[in-house]
């Protein structure tokens, strides 16, 4: 349980006591700074701990923002600090030095008192918290935007702060303030103004955000195998039931900032369910459609193809440009203007077919349509979304003059996915080599895919594939800093699984292209958990894992060498075995790591991100 000690003159008939229990602390009184560091000494270091001064005021929201949100180690608002383990030390630290710089009072050499939002008063956990930061150490400060917290220095400036507190409704603020700050057309006038009441009674009965997710996952996966039926009632209710699974997906990140429930292992369930959700959906489409008599599985994994790779190039561009210098440019001015037109606001978040436009659209054609026009609309969104959010980024990058660092170019490196391959190759390239890393990754890319487009299951197509690897291993050979080099993700990623599409379709057998789904699959939840990984801090899957699987040019080269040495029934068996083969090794790792992570303490992180 967390420890809050009061510090200060205590306040008859103030509720802070009472608000700080009812947030889950186990209050202490301090009679005096000395007696604050003592009993801060006394709180076991694993647990959290605050110092509120008992003059507070303010709204019981206010007070969570500040000392229950797991995901800083300190933070702070007017008249409370707060610490977790990992930002004990810096709080004992500070403590100290107030209590032995003037015995607790203003007059002994403390630094200079933090401002309340009434007056100007003395209060140790402000000087504290100023301490804190005049150190360097980061203090996160929550936005309070209309929410009171104060420390009145006088009995009239109380009542103004409590006339202040009640004057402002603390509970609609909570709510509104669970939703996101960014979303879509559909999911912000269509879900959200229901969904947070969901999301507030879960709350209250003490459902957490991973039961909400998974709740999410499992209505998808109904919705799945209503879709696999093939009938009208099926598609009916395959669509109705996405729909509600995609309200149950924005209950769960509302439900996170209601309760402030944010953890490691909830970011990745909630962004691997999305994707897991989505492309069971797409199978179970595929499925009911061959029921039908329609195979429109080929339609299905270039959905699922082009819907992972417009998120390889958020990935990729987001991470390259995350701590670039000088990180302007014209477009991004344009950008800029545009966003103050409030309407061109809603329209360039609808056409880049964010995930809920897309899974609105998915679920009204499934229950009005066919499965082939479904996949059919959903490939021309996407594609027009693609080409328009990549353009833009091309342009941003030509026309910005930044310097990348060199974690933007690890990050690009790992999101890469060289495998041993590749890594052998480039060791032993002459230097220094050229620049021209985007077009060496294009070419490779293009020489494949088109390869197996004209060949199939053919040697030629094997010898382009080593073409392949080798100008996938000059592009790689370079720190991943050139303007464009945030491309390089991208086409590997196209090169891999584009063959793998092709090559399964010109095998023309029964189970090819499911195999071939399977296998995309799997190799794309490996790409997805490096995504999560380096956002959440905890860097690139381990590289025993990489080479295991054999990086992404290894296992093009092997699937082109399969295809042309195996007969076609041949081939899909061997598909279906590396299907299940990269999947059991990448999902064991992945659980067992997160969970560790979890298990571990590692910082929760809790990620807006993109709504796509």
Not at 112 to 133: E, G, H, I, M, P
Not at 181 to 193: E, H, K, L, N, Q
Not at 460 to 471: D, F, K, P, S, W
Not at 475 to 495: E, N, Q
């Amino acid at each position: 349980m967390p420890t809050a000690i009061l510090t200060g003159q205590p306040v008859p008939g103030s509720s802070i006591e009472g608000d700080l229990r009812s947030l889950g602390y186990d209050v202490r009184i301090a009679s005096d700074p000395a007696d604050a560091e003592t009993l801060l000494a006394q709180v076991p270091g694993d647990q959290r701990v605050a110092l509120v001064d008992a003059r507070f005021v303010g709204h019981p929201h206010a007070l969570r923002l500040g000392l229950t949100d797991p995901r800083f180690p300190l933070a702070a608002i007017p008249g409370a600090v707060t610490a977790q383990p990992a930002g004990r030390q810096a709080l004992t630290r500070a403590v100290a030095r107030e209590t032995s710089a003037g015995g607790g009072t203003a007059d002994g050499g403390a630094p200079a008192r933090a401002k309340s939002s009434v007056v100007d008063v003395d209060s140790l956990a402000d000087r504290v918290a100023t301490a804190l930061a005049t150190e360097g150490t980061d203090v996160h400060r929550p936005e309070l935007g209309s929410l009171v917290a104060a420390v009145p220095a006088d009995p009239q400036a109380r009542n103004e702060a409590r006339q202040s507190v009640a004057s402002v409704d603390d509970e609609a603020i909570r709510l509104k303030s669970a939703v996101k700050a960014r979303d879509g057309f559909f999911t912000t006038f269509c879900i959200s103004p229901y969904s947070r009441y969901i999301a507030r009674w879960c709350a209250r009965r003490g459902l957490t955000p991973n039961q909400v997710t998974t709740a999410s996952l499992i209505t998808a996966l109904i919705a799945a195998g209503c879709a696999a039926t093939g009938t009208r009632g099926g598609f009916v209710a395959a669509g109705l039931l996405l729909i509600l699974s995609f309200v149950l997906d924005c209950t769960d990140g509302q439900l996170a900032r209601y309760s402030l429930q944010y953890s490691t292992l909830g970011a990745w369930l909630d962004a691997t369910f999305d994707r897991a959700k989505e492309y069971a959906y797409y199978a179970g489409l595929a499925l009911g459609a061959a029921r039908g008599g329609d195979d429109v599985w080929a339609l299905a994994l270039g959905a699922m193809i082009l819907q992972t790779c417009r998120h390889v190039v958020d990935f990729s561009f987001n991470e390259a440009n995350h701590d670039a210098t000088a990180n302007t440019s014209p477009t991004a001015a344009l950008s800029d203007k545009l966003d103050s037109v409030g309407w061109t606001v809603w329209v360039r978040r609808m056409i880049v077919l964010p995930i809920g436009e897309r899974w609105a659209m998915i679920a009204i054609l499934t229950a009005a349509t066919t499965p082939r026009i479904t996949f059919y609309a959903l490939l021309i969104g996407c594609a027009f979304a693609a080409t328009y959010t990549t353009a833009g980024r091309v342009l941003r990058s030509l026309t910005r003059r930044a310097r990348r660092t060199d974690r933007a170019a690890r990050a690009l490196a790992d999101l890469a996915d060289s495998g041993p391959l590749a890594e052998l190759i480039a060791r032993h390239l002459p230097s220094p080599v050229r620049r021209a890393a985007p077009l060496s990754a294009a070419a490779g890319a293009i020489a494949v895919v088109l390869a197996a487009w004209l060949w199939g299951p053919a040697w030629q197509v094997v010898l382009l594939a080593g073409l392949y690897v080798l100008l996938s291993a000059e592009a790689v050979s370079h720190p991943l800093k050139g303007a464009l080099d945030w491309l390089i993700p991208p086409f590997f990623r196209v090169a891999e699984y584009c063959t793998v599409l092709v090559l399964a379709a010109r095998a023309d057998v029964n189970g090819a292209l499911p195999a071939a789904f399977g296998l995309v699959a799997a190799v794309a939840y490996h790409h997805y958990d490096t995504v999560y990984r380096i956002r959440g801090g905890a860097g690139a899957p381990p590289a025993w894992l990489v080479r295991t699987i054999g990086g992404h040019e290894g296992r093009t080269l092997l699937v082109t060498l399969l295809a042309a040495v195996l007969t076609a029934a041949q081939f899909t068996v061997a598909l279906t075995a590396l299907a299940v083969a990269v999947a059991l090794v990448v999902l064991v790792e992945s659980i067992r790591f997160w969970v560790t992570a979890h298990k571990g303490g590692a910082p929760a992180v809790h990620d807006e991100g993109e709504p796509a």
